[in-house]
């Protein structure tokens, strides 16, 4: 059984080792392939959904955007969220939908097999949903933040594109908060005396 008397927020070698072998219940198994078939779903209707169809990941981050930045977004219906000079634009590519769906995985996976019973393990998978949308959602807000504030501060250019480099913040931004999800499900799952010998 995994400790869960230990203070340190980060899994040990060992503990990892056990945390992999686990033993999976015919119910995980289902899960983990209800929630494949899930995030495939995710992945075709991303490729043909309009920007329309993505507001349940855009509103909010633009909600948020006006908490911090002074910049006001319209939104026009079938382009996005357009800022007072139309230099910035939201759209389908800034949704984070391919991030929301590792999240979704990576809670799934790494938290549903230390529940003990079905019910808890129902309630965390649908909770894990909902979770990984709004670290998705304070991610994509962090990445159009930093994004934005390079742009307007005139920063020396380093040897790429803009896209290249609006693309590089995107990918930085997204990986710290994906280790800092998982360093947040670990040290949440080590809190509970969920872990099954």
């Known amino acids: 059984m995994i400790s869960t008397s230990s203070t340190h927020p980060f899994v040990t070698l060992s503990n990892m080792n056990q945390l992999t072998h686990t033993q999976l219940s015919p119910f995980d198994w289902g899960l983990f392939i209800l929630t494949f078939i899930a995030l495939i779903a995710l992945k075709l209707m991303h490729q043909q959904a309009s920007v329309d169809d993505l507001q349940f990941l855009l509103q909010p981050v633009v909600q948020a955007l006006s908490w911090s930045r002074p910049d006001i977004f319209t939104y026009l219906p079938g382009v996005g969220f357009v800022n ?103 040290y949440s799952i080590r809190q509970k005396p969920s872990c099954p010998a």
């Not at 129902?122 to 994509?140: K, P, Q, S």
């Open 84 to 186: 007072a000079n139309q230099s910035v634009i939201i759209d389908k590519g800034c949704s984070g939908l391919n991030f929301w769906v590792i999240a979704c995985a990576l809670g799934i996976f790494t938290v549903i097999p230390s529940m003990l019973s079905i019910r808890l393990k129902i309630l965390a998978y649908l909770g894990l949903w909902v979770l990984a949308w709004a670290v998705t959602l304070l991610a994509n807000t962090a990445r159009i933040n930093i994004a934005l504030w390079y742009q307007q501060h005139s920063l020396p250019q380093p040897m790429m594109s803009p896209a290249g480099l609006h693309e590089a913040i995107g990918v930085v931004s997204y990986v710290v908060f994906l280790i800092l999800y998982y360093v947040f499900l670990v």
